[in-house]
């Protein structure tokens, strides 16, 4: 490190490319030289003092309690404040002294346990343990290790328990993981709801009876939430208590491994939503004073603490929390096969003040400066290199709010390094146009630049809503769209009343353009493709545990004297057209029109064109668009045909003649009729597909 100490700090290699790119990111190059500096010389410790990014990420190894090929039991811990630690369970009757660790350097604590004389493990699988801490002041604490891989909680008690996992044999995959996918389209899923039955649905339920709907329906990716271990099972999973176990409560790890390997065998990619962003406060069964300090893994005091969240947060300076987290990303990905992540909470990462009452305008200056926390930064931007070094074809996605610049290039840019980020702010779009403005004042150009808003070459995951919108106090579109009707007249032996009709058909159109002139991905929670009614609300003392609202009713769309098959049917084409034009793959989409008086927007891509007449009744007959290729057209996608619960008034058999008639910027032009409420996609026969 002295040679090092006498050179020039290291420089992003390809920052330039950037800075090209956007030349407004110009005045903040020193901020991109100082943290690429600040990742580099991360990177360069661990090369130099721990063997390598590669052997410090397998950390899982041999952290926590790991056998030997022997049967010899390996215990190591990280316990910077402890006076003494020791591991306990039923193997040695719960002495809580017995078994003492011996002292390393850096707060490192290490304990071998050998064999039987008959060679098997001391440490049974499937039996209880804790490590023991004593603290400075002389008192036991019952801890589970961070590095445990299986915790149970009993239905008496209220805290979970560690459990040794060791079976005589694990599950073995059978099936190589997807190919890395063009176009993602990702059914978000939460395990523990996917039943119409008011319980706590198993990994084996989602195997079975979810994957083969989620293939049907045309979606390639599913985001699994709520995987990581959460004490609390209201909180959606984003207070997380033990972080290298699957939950429990859906089933055993084995049942996990096997729920995505039959996923991989249908072509299915599978991403964890990863919480690293914080942790649960539990104590006893969390990461919180696990050393008896209130620091150990997070910071001290009140910068440890999330104000809204009430969580403890990471101190991603800290060596040992980098090869905790690392490593864990490392496991899901090579133990469980996961495919990759999806990042929760990364604008609370990536600024001190968290996002917390402050709004994000676009400057450039929110973006940097003292308020960026650049130790989280380049624990990301670590993250991201180790996952694209050791496994080039797992994806990685932010959930930023902020829109931080460069978050989704290369890490060699100077960037964040993930693969795409979602587009927050369209769903938020939609909830104020529904909720504030009447039908015939949505304001096209209004939709058109939410749509459109995004960095150049930087991918975004569009969504028309996602769980954040299901949840209790807030409502998904279909219910904004239909409320109370939906209880009573969804069924197709009632009169299509004009609320009904009016949500039917709008709940495609926002979907199928959100869809195609959104992002480079799209994503849908599940039950929302349908228009799943009521909210999402997990059993609480609120509610008196009740699991009626904690569940997803798929059988609603089985039944075909109900109008939720319509919606299912649409959302399952245009899934389906997609994978067949690729239009998520292609460049964006160019919009040639969004006119205000006749609510109409139209725009090409992928050698498709989208037209969308969004007024409440004007239809209308030999409307010109403006297109760029030339050529006989006929409908691909209709929103108003009878299988989507539309009113049938486009015939399918006619073929649209394009003219040498510039239109809209556009050299060519062709005439369509184009119904009130309805989409239509138009396909250019003259090009072979």
Not at 304 to 332: C, I, K, P
Request: hydrophobic share 35%; net charge negative.
């Amino acid at each position: 490190m002295a040679a090092a100490a006498n050179t020039q700090p290291p420089h992003p290699p390809k920052l330039a490319q950037l800075l090209k790119r956007d030349p407004y990111l110009a005045p903040f190059e020193t901020d991109f030289q100082r943290r690429y500096s600040v990742f580099y010389n991360h990177l360069k410790n661990i090369e130099e003092n721990e063997g390598g990014l590669d052997k410090f990420s397998k950390s899982y190894k041999t952290f926590g309690v790991n056998q030997f090929s022997d049967g010899g039991i390996y215990c190591k811990e990280w316990a910077p404040g402890a006076d003494a630690v020791f591991l306990a369970g039923d193997f040695n009757d719960w002495n809580p002294l017995s078994h003492p660790y011996t002292k390393l350097e850096f707060g490192k604590w290490e304990l071998f346990i050998p064999p039987e004389q008959d060679g098997s493990s001391p440490v049974p699988h499937g039996s209880k343990l804790k490590v023991v801490i004593r603290t400075q002041s002389g008192d036991l604490l019952y801890r589970i290790s961070p590095w445990a891989r299986y915790v149970v909680r009993d239905e008496d008690k209220v805290n979970y328990d560690w459990v040794h996992w060791n079976p005589p044999q694990s599950y073995i995959h059978k099936h190589p993981s997807p190919k890395r996918l063009k176009s993602l389209k990702i059914y978000e899923s939460h395990v523990g709801i996917a039943s119409p039955e008011g319980k706590v649905a198993s990994y084996k339920n989602f195997t079975y009876n979810v994957l083969p709907r989620i293939k049907d329906l045309g979606y390639n990716c599913v985001q699994l939430m709520a995987i990581m271990e959460h004490a609390y099972y209201a909180s959606f999973g984003y207070q997380v208590t033990s972080f290298f176990a699957a939950s429990s409560r859906y089933g055993t790890p084995d049942d996990l491994k096997e729920m995505i390997d039959i996923a991989h065998s249908m072509g299915i990619t599978v991403l964890l939503d990863v919480v690293h962003s914080h942790a649960s406060k539990n104590c006893e069964d969390g990461l919180n004073n696990f050393d008896g300090t209130d620091s150990c893994f997070f910071h001290s005091g009140p910068k440890g603490t999330h104000q809204l969240w009430d969580s403890r947060l990471f101190d991603y300076a800290n060596w040992e929390v980098l090869r905790f987290l690392l490593s864990n990303l490392r496991m899901w990905i090579e133990d469980y096969r996961f495919d990759g992540f999806r990042f929760d909470g990364v604008t609370s990462m990536l600024y001190h003040h968290h996002g917390i009452g402050t709004g994000f305008s676009g400057d450039y200056h929110e973006y940097f400066g003292l308020h960026v926390d650049e130790d989280a930064l380049c624990y990301l931007m670590l993250a991201n290199h180790m996952i694209k070094f050791l496994h080039p074809e797992c994806i990685t996605i932010a959930e930023d709010v902020s829109g931080m610049p460069a978050l989704c290039r290369p890490v060699e840019e100077g960037g964040g390094g993930f693969d795409y980020r979602l587009a927050m702010a369209i769903p938020d779009k939609w909830i104020q146009i529904i909720k504030e403005l009447k039908d015939e004042d949505w304001n096209m150009g209004n939709i058109v630049h939410t749509l459109t808003n995004r960095r150049y070459e930087e991918k975004y995951i569009a969504y028309a809503e996602s769980h954040d919108q299901a949840l209790v106090g807030d409502k998904t579109l279909a219910f904004r769209l239909m409320d109370a009707e939906m209880y009573t007249n969804m069924s197709v032996l009632s009169p299509l009343t004009g609320v009904i009709d009016r949500g039917i058909q709008l709940h495609k159109m926002i979907r199928l353009i959100t869809h195609a002139l959104g992002g480079e991905s799209y994503l849908n929670f599940m039950g929302n493709e349908f228009g799943h009614p009521e909210w999402l609300d997990f059993p609480r003392i609120g509610n008196n545990e009740s699991y009626h609202y904690a569940r997803r009713q798929f059988n609603l769309t089985e039944d075909h004297l109900l109008r939720y098959r319509f919606l299912n049917a649409f959302d399952r084409d245009m899934n389906k057209f997609e994978e067949r034009f690729g239009w998520l793959a292609s460049p964006p989409g160019f919009v040639s029109e969004k006119h205000e008086a006749n609510k109409v927007i139209t725009f090409e891509r992928a050698g498709l064109i989208f037209i969308f007449n969004f007024h409440p009744y004007q239809s209308y007959v030999d409307y010109r668009v403006g297109i760029e290729t030339p050529g006989k057209y006929k409908i691909l996608l209709d929103s108003d045909a009878a299988e989507y619960g539309g009113h049938q008034r486009l015939d399918h058999s006619t073929e649209y003649f394009s003219e040498e008639y510039p239109h809209n910027y556009r050299p060519n032009s062709l005439m369509v009729y184009i119904p009130s409420r309805v989409a239509i996609v138009l396909q250019n026969m003259d090009i072979p597909k």
